[in-house]
């Protein structure tokens, strides 16, 4: 059975900094690419980043680029997301998710299984 269980998430003031955690079980975690997606309040799910399966290449949003960092552990089976200066629009429930193969895309539907998120609040 694989699963993906996301944590980190909390309530910071803009400008701060988190770091969330996705572990992943049930599948060979390395031969496949993962992503973050955020769903805003009222808003449809969209792509944040992407890491390709070795982590050599990577992908993001433009409204994150520069801000946040995603990362890989193969070994933990674990893939981060360091979100820094964080801002009130990044507020939303942040979902990991494994790619099709050991690729990415921004593509919502490329993506098999799925966390059931974590809640990050940024309050101005």
């Known amino acids: 059975q694989v699963q993906l269980v996301e944590s980190g998430g909390g309530s910071v003031q803009a400008g701060g900094s988190l770091r969330l955690s996705c572990a992943a079980s049930g599948r060979t975690f390395s031969r496949y690419g993962m992503g973050w997606f955020r769903r805003a309040p009222e808003k449809e799910r969209e792509f944040v980043t992407a890491i390709s399966w070795n982590g050599g290449s990577t992908l993001y949003a433009d409204s994150v680029k520069g801000r946040f960092t995603i990362s890989r552990d193969n070994v933990k089976n674990t893939v981060y997301l360091q979100m820094n200066s964080l801002k009130p629009e990044d507020t939303a429930i942040y979902y990991c998710?494994?790619?099709?193969?050991?690729?990415?895309?921004?593509?919502?539907?490329?993506?098999?299984?799925w966390g059931q998120g974590t809640q990050v609040t940024v309050s101005s």
């Open positions: 998710a494994f790619y099709s193969d050991g690729g990415y895309s921004r593509y919502l539907g490329a993506y098999k299984y």
